[in-house]
């Protein structure tokens, strides 16, 4: 028979927070766990540092459940680990049900990022000799937007839609030449 091993809500984190350090070290992220009475969770945020999706790819492991929104399922689940000196693996249930992540950008990268956008702005016909103004606010203060798939006139959404969507390609220490 299988050993057990039930992992707290704060347990998970400090296992989250250590896997986070070694695979991303100079990299400080807040690690917070928080318990109610549906459950429990997790945040994770950081400034620029790596991609999103290479957080997720750590954190999600330690996630002890799943919700299909499609039919208002949360499902439970173990994970099987192997512990040094063990003859067999252990099912283990980490206590956060979902871990969230976020990424938030320092001035210094926004600033970068946004030269490039600039530069986006005026390789394009449409949109040379506009000035881009990043609006973190979204309170309308530009009126284009950057998407892969060229510059659409869209008002009040382009300035920080641009700069989000870039920081999903140009990683934080990579020097940006406009």
């Not at 990022?113 to 600039?118: H, M, N, P, R």
Request: proline share 4%; hydrophobic share 35%; aromatic share 14%.
């Amino acid at each position: 028979m299988k050993k057990r091993k039930y992992v707290s809500c704060a347990d998970t984190a400090k296992l989250l927070r250590a896997a986070l350090k070694a695979q991303f070290p100079g990299v400080k992220f807040s690690v917070r766990s928080n318990n109610y009475s549906g459950g429990a969770s997790i945040d994770v945020s950081w400034i620029d540092g790596p991609f999103s999706n290479e957080v997720d790819k750590i954190a999600k492991r330690y996630e002890g459940a799943t919700f299909d929104g499609s039919i208002d399922l949360k499902e439970y689940h173990d994970d099987l680990v192997w512990f040094e000196g063990d003859s067999e693996p252990t099912l283990v249930h980490y206590g956060a049900d979902f871990i969230f992540t976020r990424r938030d950008l320092s001035p210094a990268y926004i600033d970068q990022l946004s030269k490039v956008a600039q530069k986006v702005l005026d390789d394009n016909q449409c949109t040379a000799g506009k000035v881009f103004a990043y609006d973190e606010k979204m309170t309308g203060s530009g009126e284009y937007l950057a998407t892969p798939f060229g510059v659409m006139n869209y008002p009040h959404a382009y300035g920080s839609n641009i700069v989000y969507w870039l920081a999903n390609y140009v990683p934080a220490d990579q020097k940006v030449v406009a």
